[in-house]
């Protein structure tokens, strides 16, 4: 039975991270070489040259022209034309990677990887077009709504990508704001707000309280509290929680 693009790419992550690499660009140098191939045809190379299909087989391509497939074939005894030993060939490949680089894989330099980018690391330093071919068919996590909007900002994901995680509003912003530049917006808006919401309170607390008012005095000083309110009943106000604390002695709202 023939493994699936799912098991290959799993496979593939923990191959990567127990060798320290960087699982990300791991699959996106696979993703770049044969990993979309047909798997009916061992993941054969499309790629036709004097009327002959390139002798290129599985997710890394390994050639059986005289290069690695053949070296392949000499250290295992396994046969990448064979669909079965994918996992072999995924350890193969990756262990050829740790010790001479991404030299030998023309997919990894098409999207822009350096000869040991991602190699020696365990933390992502994949380039933009390597994030990119991982955000944008779906095999990366986005991870949350800040997470997605700062692809977005990058451009490792497209706005319609990212629809599918946040909402339409976020991405389209405010008054041409970045999506991500409104999420800040927001988060700094609510941190203030809170602030004000703690100085009011606290200015409330320390008011004075007045002896209690004579009947002749009584109503100039309602009348004069209705007009000129205390920062914590303008910080209370403001939030719209006056109706909840109407009525409490000790922060003085009638």
Same mark, same amino acid.
């Given at each position: 039975m023939v493994a699936s693009r799912e098991e290959i790419i799993s496979y593939i992550r923990q191959a990567a991270e127990a060798r320290g690499m960087d699982p990300d660009v791991a699959v996106a140098v696979a993703r770049s070489e044969g990993l979309n191939a047909d798997p009916e045809e061992a993941? &054969? /190379?499309?790629?036709?040259k004097d009327g002959v299909r390139e002798p290129s087989y599985g997710p890394y391509q390994l050639y059986m022209g005289g290069g690695l497939g053949n070296e392949f074939v000499e250290k295992t005894g396994l046969d990448p034309r064979d669909p079965s030993t994918v996992f072999a060939q995924i350890d193969f490949s990756l262990d050829q990677a740790k010790r001479g680089g991404w030299g030998p894989w023309y997919g990894a330099r098409a999207i822009g990887l350096g000869e040991r980018e991602g190699i020696d690391v365990a #933390? /992502? &330093?994949? #380039?933009?077009? @390597? $994030? $990119? @071919? &991982? !955000?944008?068919?779906? +095999? $990366?996590d986005p991870g949350n709504t800040s997470d997605v909007? &700062? @692809?977005?900002? $990058?451009? +490792?994901? #497209?706005? +319609?990508?990212?629809?599918? !995680?946040? /909402?339409?509003?976020?991405?389209e912003g405010i008054e041409g704001a970045s999506a991500y530049d409104l999420l800040q917006d927001e988060k700094a808006e609510q941190e203030r707000a809170m602030g004000m919401l703690g100085q009011g309170l606290e200015a409330m607390a320390q008011d004075t309280r007045p002896s209690a008012p004579t009947p002749r005095s009584l109503p100039l000083r309602l009348s004069r509290e209705r007009t000129s309110a205390t920062p914590g009943t303008q910080a209370i106000g403001r939030f719209g929680l006056e109706s909840l604390l109407r009525g409490n002695p000790l922060l003085g709202i009638r």
């Open positions: 993941w &054969q /190379s499309k790629i036709v #933390t /992502s &330093q994949a #380039t933009p077009e @390597a $994030r $990119r @071919a &991982q !955000y944008g068919l779906g +095999d $990366r909007l &700062q @692809a977005v900002k $990058r451009g +490792d994901m #497209t706005k +319609d990508e990212a629809g599918k !995680y946040v /909402s339409e509003e976020l991405l």
